[in-house]
Nanobody, 122 residues
Framework: QVQLVESGGGLVQAGGSLRLSCVASGRTFSSMGWFRQAPGKEREFVAAVSWRGDSTDYADSVKGRFTISRDNAKAMVYLEMNSLKPEDTAVYYC?????????????????WGQGTQVTVSS
């Protein structure tokens, strides 16, 4: 049974940092991604990483502040978030895809975690 479990969310002041983690069990995946959904808004792409970790993609809104990485030996994917802003407040979801390319579209991902709340106060 495939399962993705996120952790690391919380409350942080603007300018602060958080590190989200996601552990994937049940099988291995080609690409992994992070998405987020704020109240009243659609789910949006944040970042994606390839199987080897040598290729990444970021939404313009987080580029230069967030870093995605993965450790296949531990079946983990991470999202290091720095210089957080109140507009980063959302539920963050880990997603896994069997497709080799990096995708910004939610439909390209086969499995999803339950989400972890990130709240950035001003």
């Amino acid at each position: 049974q495939v399962q993705l479990v996120e952790s690391g969310g919380g409350l942080v002041q603007a300018g602060g940092s958080l590190r989200l983690s996601c552990v994937a069990s049940g099988r291995t995946f080609s690409s992994m991604g992070w998405f987020r959904q704020a109240p009243g808004k659609e789910r949006e792409f944040v970042a994606a990483v390839s199987w080897r970790g040598d290729s990444t993609d970021y939404a313009d809104s987080v580029k230069g502040r967030f870093t995605i990485s993965r450790d296949n030996a531990k079946a983990m994917v991470y999202l290091e978030m720095n210089s957080l802003k109140p507009e980063d407040t959302a539920v963050y979801y880990c997603a896994a895809s069997s497709r080799a390319s990096l995708w910004r579209y939610a439909y390209a991902y086969d499995y999803w975690g339950q989400g972890t709340q990130v709240t950035v106060s001003s």
